[in-house]
Protein backbone atom coordinates (compact mmCIF):
# COMPACT_ATOMS: atom_id res chain seq x y z
CA UNK A 1 0.00 0.00 0.00
CA UNK A 2 1.92 3.03 -0.55
CA UNK A 3 1.52 6.24 1.33
CA UNK A 4 -1.16 8.18 -0.18
CA UNK A 5 -3.17 4.88 -0.12
CA UNK A 6 -2.90 4.82 3.53
CA UNK A 7 -3.64 8.77 3.85
CA UNK A 8 -7.10 7.72 1.60
CA UNK A 9 -7.67 4.84 4.20
CA UNK A 10 -7.07 7.24 7.01
CA UNK A 11 -9.86 9.99 5.32
CA UNK A 12 -12.21 6.34 4.97
CA UNK A 13 -12.07 5.13 8.56
CA UNK A 14 -12.26 9.05 10.05
CA UNK A 15 -15.46 9.43 7.96
CA UNK A 16 -16.91 5.75 9.29
CA UNK A 17 -15.58 6.73 12.57
CA UNK A 18 -17.42 9.43 12.43
CA UNK A 19 -20.93 8.08 11.15
CA UNK A 20 -20.45 5.14 13.91
CA UNK A 21 -20.13 7.17 16.50
CA UNK A 22 -23.13 9.12 15.61
CA UNK A 23 -25.66 6.21 15.16
CA UNK A 24 -24.18 4.91 18.32
CA UNK A 25 -25.22 8.21 20.03
CA UNK A 26 -28.51 7.62 17.97
CA UNK A 27 -29.22 4.46 19.40
CA UNK A 28 -28.15 5.27 22.71
CA UNK A 29 -31.04 7.97 23.20
CA UNK A 30 -33.59 5.53 21.61
CA UNK A 31 -32.29 3.01 24.78
CA UNK A 32 -32.75 5.89 27.37
CA UNK A 33 -35.82 8.07 25.95
CA UNK A 34 -36.45 11.13 27.61
CA UNK A 35 -38.74 10.70 30.80
CA UNK A 36 -42.15 11.68 29.94
CA UNK A 37 -41.88 9.49 26.77
CA UNK A 38 -42.63 6.53 28.36
CA UNK A 39 -45.88 4.78 28.66
CA UNK A 40 -48.06 2.88 30.80
CA UNK A 41 -50.66 1.37 27.98
CA UNK A 42 -49.46 -2.49 28.51
CA UNK A 43 -48.83 -3.62 24.44
CA UNK A 44 -47.03 -0.38 24.26
CA UNK A 45 -44.78 -1.35 27.27
CA UNK A 46 -44.35 -4.94 25.67
CA UNK A 47 -43.66 -3.71 22.19
CA UNK A 48 -40.98 -1.06 23.23
CA UNK A 49 -39.04 -3.99 25.71
CA UNK A 50 -39.04 -5.72 22.15
CA UNK A 51 -37.68 -2.54 20.49
CA UNK A 52 -35.03 -2.54 23.62
CA UNK A 53 -33.52 -5.79 22.78
CA UNK A 54 -33.23 -4.45 19.25
CA UNK A 55 -31.49 -1.73 20.17
CA UNK A 56 -29.18 -3.39 22.74
CA UNK A 57 -27.82 -5.74 19.76
CA UNK A 58 -27.65 -3.01 17.31
CA UNK A 59 -25.59 -0.66 20.14
CA UNK A 60 -23.48 -3.78 20.66
CA UNK A 61 -22.37 -4.28 17.56
CA UNK A 62 -22.04 -0.93 16.69
CA UNK A 63 -19.51 -0.76 20.04
CA UNK A 64 -17.69 -3.59 18.78
CA UNK A 65 -17.20 -2.34 14.94
CA UNK A 66 -16.08 0.97 16.67
CA UNK A 67 -13.35 -0.69 18.58
CA UNK A 68 -12.21 -2.26 15.45
CA UNK A 69 -12.15 0.90 13.31
CA UNK A 70 -10.22 2.23 16.05
CA UNK A 71 -7.41 -0.46 16.03
CA UNK A 72 -7.41 -0.51 12.23
CA UNK A 73 -6.76 3.52 12.45
CA UNK A 74 -3.79 3.06 14.82
CA UNK A 75 -2.52 0.07 12.72
CA UNK A 76 -2.40 1.90 9.48
CA UNK A 77 1.06 3.01 9.43
CA UNK A 78 2.34 -0.19 10.42
CA UNK A 79 3.36 -2.58 7.46
CA UNK A 80 0.73 -5.41 8.30
CA UNK A 81 -2.54 -2.90 7.53
CA UNK A 82 -3.98 -4.19 4.89
CA UNK A 83 -2.24 -7.92 5.03
CA UNK A 84 -4.24 -10.62 5.06
CA UNK A 85 -3.09 -12.38 9.00
CA UNK A 86 -3.82 -15.43 7.41
CA UNK A 87 -2.25 -16.24 4.29
CA UNK A 88 -0.03 -12.89 4.35
CA UNK A 89 -1.58 -11.89 0.93
CA UNK A 90 -2.71 -7.83 0.31
CA UNK A 91 -6.30 -7.42 0.80
CA UNK A 92 -8.06 -6.24 -2.18
CA UNK A 93 -8.21 -2.84 -1.76
CA UNK A 94 -12.26 -2.66 -2.70
CA UNK A 95 -12.56 -4.61 0.07
CA UNK A 96 -10.86 -2.73 2.56
CA UNK A 97 -12.36 -0.09 1.31
CA UNK A 98 -16.22 -1.08 2.35
CA UNK A 99 -14.81 -2.64 5.57
CA UNK A 100 -10.94 -0.91 6.37
CA UNK A 101 -11.27 -2.85 9.57
CA UNK A 102 -10.84 -6.51 7.40
CA UNK A 103 -7.73 -8.58 9.15
CA UNK A 104 -8.76 -11.42 6.72
CA UNK A 105 -8.99 -11.83 2.54
CA UNK A 106 -12.19 -13.18 1.81
CA UNK A 107 -11.11 -16.53 1.12
CA UNK A 108 -9.48 -16.62 4.39
CA UNK A 109 -12.47 -15.78 6.09
CA UNK A 110 -14.71 -18.07 4.28
CA UNK A 111 -11.94 -20.76 5.29
CA UNK A 112 -12.11 -19.83 8.98
CA UNK A 113 -15.81 -19.00 8.95
CA UNK A 114 -15.58 -16.05 10.16
ZN1 LIG B 1 -5.97 -14.57 3.33
Redesign the pocket.
Known amino acids: MTALEKKEFKQIIEKQIGTLSREIEEIRSAIYPNKGEGTSDKVAHISFKQEQSIHFQRYDEAGKRLNRLKHAYMKIDTPEYGI?Q??E?EIPLERLKLLPESQ??V??MNELGL
Open positions: CECEYCSC
